[in-house]
């Protein structure tokens, strides 16, 4: 029997800051999430981030959290719910971290009879810090625990029209309501480096905003910032936006590496003391 496993980043079980700090400490030292020497990581991660940062992150987590729980985990849930009704196989959901695992959700379709599992991580980019660390775990979970399953994989669909669609149209839902002149998609960040670890043609990628609209590169099957690009060109193509209306930008940058620009917060203070 075939099943689908879906899958996004996860959240903390509660804003308490103690399932905060235990949340963030699984994520964060992830080596593909940040990809420096173990010894460095834990120094980090567990010497300062996780007596810093819990508290911050909790309280911030409070001001968006819903009567249900993490809008992120309530969401996938809705989201898990409407795939199950229009198909006729199982649908499970898994988070990538906390408490609802990759394992319980590949447990639950092996429970179902399910043998062939196709898994789909919730990210229309491909990126190392999101569905590359998915497949790897999962791979890891299959060896170890499911040897008599099946696993495929879903590609990057950032790219794909009815993804563009629904997207484009979300966005010109609120575009009708607003006066507006300028777009910024913003996008999270991810450090320079994760884009040339991705580089399967070594060297291709000169992190200039320019290759990423040559066309036929190989490297654009694995490169975030292509398929960023990528999809505000194609949303702005959708909604008809003039040239220079709309622009990509990326947020949430951690540590002292440069991370892919230009950055969001710095666009906004520049954008408005031109008075844009």
């Not at 906390?98 to 639950?108: D, I, N, P, V, W």
């Not at 789909?120 to 008599?148: N, S």
């Not at 060297?203 to 040559?214: E, L, Q, Y």
């Not at 969001?264 to 031109?274: N, V």
Request: overall charge positive; charged content about 30%; glycine content about 6%.
């Amino acid at each position: 029997m075939k099943g689908v496993l879906l899958v996004n980043l996860g959240s903390p079980d509660s804003t308490d800051p103690k399932d905060v700090k235990k949340y963030l400490g699984e994520f964060l030292m992830d080596e593909r999430v940040i990809d420096v020497p173990r010894w460095a990581r834990i120094l980090l991660v567990r010497g300062i981030v996780l007596n810093t940062r819990p508290k911050k992150s909790a309280a911030a987590y409070a001001k968006i959290w819903w009567e249900e729980g993490s809008p992120l985990i309530v969401l996938s849930e809705r989201l898990q719910k409407k795939v199950q009704e229009k198909v006729n196989i199982p649908v499970a959901l898994a988070m990538r971290y906390g408490s609802m695992t990759l394992k319980k959700g590949l447990q639950e379709l092996v429970d179902k009879g399910c043998t062939e599992i196709k898994t789909i991580p919730l990210y229309p980019q491909f990126a190392m810090a999101t569905t590359e660390t998915i497949d790897v775990k999962v791979d890891e979970l299959v060896a170890a625990y499911f040897p008599e399953v099946t696993i495929t994989r879903t590609t990057a669909f950032y790219h794909k029209q009815d993804y563009i669609k629904v997207l484009a149209e979300s966005i010109g839902e609120q575009l009708k309501t607003l006066d507006y002149e300028h777009l910024l998609f913003s996008y999270h960040g991810v450090p320079e480096r994760h884009i040339r670890k991705s580089d399967i043609t070594s060297g291709a990628c000169k992190m200039d905003g320019k290759c990423c609209f040559k066309k036929g590169s190989k490297q654009h099957e694995f490169c975030y910032r292509h398929q960023c690009e990528i999809t505000t060109v194609n949303v702005a193509k959708y909604l008809k936006l003039e040239r220079g209306t709309y622009s990509t930008t990326f947020q949430s940058r951690l540590g002292f590496d440069p991370w892919l620009q230009p950055y969001t917060d710095r666009t906004i203070e520049r954008m408005g003391k031109e008075g844009s």
